[in-house]
């Protein structure tokens, strides 16, 4: 399936003319960190030259199409409310199919950065995810996609609105190839996840459940199709182990047997170390954030923890206020942050500086700049200016722009 829509480019010319940023250095030497102002577009092709198929991990938070200005003042930064005296933190002007082909053309040059085990993570809201989906399918290909995460964002809220209260976006999660890093994070028990899962207590007051000791899939010839104590996997399964192990298992009593001879292995709550990790998440956004939109420090940590290792590059093109360079400083990957507004670099530059020296020794990155930004930024005036003298649109497709 491909969504189509008018001037929408192939991906040869997007790759081919697409020009390169000139970037400077500001201050910084070569440390492995970057922190890029500028349009990422054109500094994502630059980058190519360097680091084709070397990112490890992407996340990126663009603008959600929402035809709005997000604006940060002295003191607050705030996504809701504002004062007419607060600066523009970022514009998000962009709608509809401008907007699918304004990420689709990032997107491609982010798939050629990324590693053969590498992952990205693209943070987007209900109503235009679906549409997304469509282009990371495209881009990524389906068989990459892992996940579409709920991440519950806010409390309740009580609006007049004839709808849900929506309290979620979503995090689309693609891997570059089959075998991306993966960490498999756990969650730790709830006192009624053990109350539940583990019932029952052994003689030295350890609490344990059981588990069948054959699982699905018959073997053709191998030991685990064969009887074990005289008696034969059920139909349609095979041991979990080899007989030897097995008869291990027995003699340690890691094997419990029913009345009526049937054997289960024991699985005991003090050797788990929790329980997988699901699909929907809890992680609020700040309530006095230093940004507007600016993502929970906790969830991006959870990410980087998930899908890359300590010495790992991480990226974000769309970096704000740094949330994802400030998780991948305080785990021990390097990072590569992208931005075009002054307020966010000015937000991330002071956030990475706020990181304790007593933990950290203090933060080294090279600060670069697009050459032709001050182009960049008038681009971004004029469009700000003809934003102002339109009315108000609500993101929409036609159908007819949405072929199967
Ligand atoms: C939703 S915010 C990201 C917030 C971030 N995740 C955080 O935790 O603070 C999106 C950011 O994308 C930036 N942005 C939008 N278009 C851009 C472009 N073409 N190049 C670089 N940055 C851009 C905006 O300036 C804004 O800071």
């Not at 010319?13 to 000139?22: E, H, M």
């Not at 982010?110 to 085990?117: P, V």
């Not at 769309?318 to 990957?333: D, I, K, V």
Request: hydrophobic residues 35%.
């Amino acid at each position: 399936m491909i969504i189509s829509y008018e001037n929408k480019k192939s991906e040869e010319d997007i790759l081919a003319q697409t020009v390169n940023a000139k970037l400077k250095t500001v201050f910084g030497g070569k440390t492995g960190n970057k922190l890029i102002q500028g349009d990422n577009l054109p500094i994502l092709k630059t980058l190519l030259d360097e680091y084709t198929g070397k990112v490890d991990l992407i996340y990126i938070d663009p603008p959600f199409a929402t035809n709005g200005h997000f604006k940060i003042g002295e003191d607050r930064a705030s996504t809701i409310s504002s004062s007419g005296d607060d600066d523009i933190a970022y514009s998000d002007t962009l709608i509809g199919a401008d907007f699918l082909e304004f990420l689709r053309e990032r997107l491609f040059f982010l798939r050629e950065l990324l590693s053969e085990n590498g992952s990205i993570y693209l943070h987007i809201d209900y109503k235009v995810g679906h549409y997304v989906k469509l282009i990371m399918d495209e881009v990524f290909g389906r068989k990459n996609f892992r996940n579409d995460i709920t991440r519950i964002k806010c409390n309740p809220k009580n609006f007049n609105r004839k709808a849900y209260g929506n309290v979620k976006d979503l995090i689309l999660f693609y891997s570059k190839s089959e075998n991306p890093t993966w960490n498999n994070p756990r969650v730790q028990y709830t006192v009624e996840d053990e109350a539940r899962l583990f019932k029952k207590v052994d003689k030295d007051g350890r609490s344990y459940t059981t588990i069948p000791l054959h699982a699905p899939g018959e073997t053709a010839n191998g030991n685990t199709g064969r009887e074990w104590k005289g008696i034969k996997p059920p139909k349609g399964r095979h041991w979990r182990s080899e007989p030897a192990l097995l008869e291990e298992w027995d003699k340690t009593g890691l094997i419990e047997w029913s009345s009526n001879g049937v054997p289960r292995k024991k699985i005991f709550l003090d050797e788990k170390d929790g329980k997988k990790m699901q699909d929907i998440w809890e992680f609020k956004d700040p309530q006095y954030p230093n940004y507007p939109t600016e993502k929970n420090l906790d969830l991006l940590k959870l990410i980087l923890n998930a899908s890359s290792n300590e010495g790992d590059l991480v990226l974000d093109c769309f970096c704000g206020s740094g949330t994802t360079l400030l998780a991948a400083q305080e785990l021990n990957r390097k990072w590569i942050g992208i931005d075009q507004s002054d307020q966010a670099i000015k937000t991330v530059k002071k956030r990475l500086d706020s990181i304790p020296a007593n933990l950290f020794s203090k933060v080294e990155f090279e600060m670069l700049e697009q050459v032709e930004k001050d182009l960049a930024k008038e681009k971004s005036i004029q469009s700000e200016k003809l934003f102002e003298s339109r009315e108000k649109i609500n993101f929409s497709l036609h159908p007819s722009q949405v072929m199967q």
